[in-house]
């Protein structure tokens, strides 16, 4: 359940990102997956494919790195890196 939460905060930032670019899509995203986030890049992809079923990010291409820092302020989190899109 913590990772689908994750996700979808993440989905909703790249969806107003888009939103705010005039995107008709989301061609890539990259993450920087926090050392206490509990997920490898792999699962990441795996669930966001699921979570971004049906959104502007749906078959987005995905760069994940993650970070080994467990003192980082932002260790359990997901963060977004970077969102390209496809302008009208």
């Known amino acids: 359940m913590h990772e689908r939460s994750l996700i979808l905060n993440l989905i909703q ?12 899509k989301v061609t890539g995203i990259a993450v920087r997956l926090g050392a206490l986030s509990h997920m490898s890049p792999q699962h990441f ?16 291409r995905l760069t994940a790195s993650v970070s080994a820092d467990v003192n980082d302020p932002h260790a359990q989190e997901i963060l977004l890196e970077s969102v390209e899109i496809e302008e009208l």
């Open 45 to 60: 992809r795996e669930h966001f494919d699921v979570e971004a079923k049906g959104t502007v990010a749906d078959g987005a």
């Open 13 to 24: 930032k790249v969806t107003a990102i888009a939103t705010q670019q005039n995107a008709v």
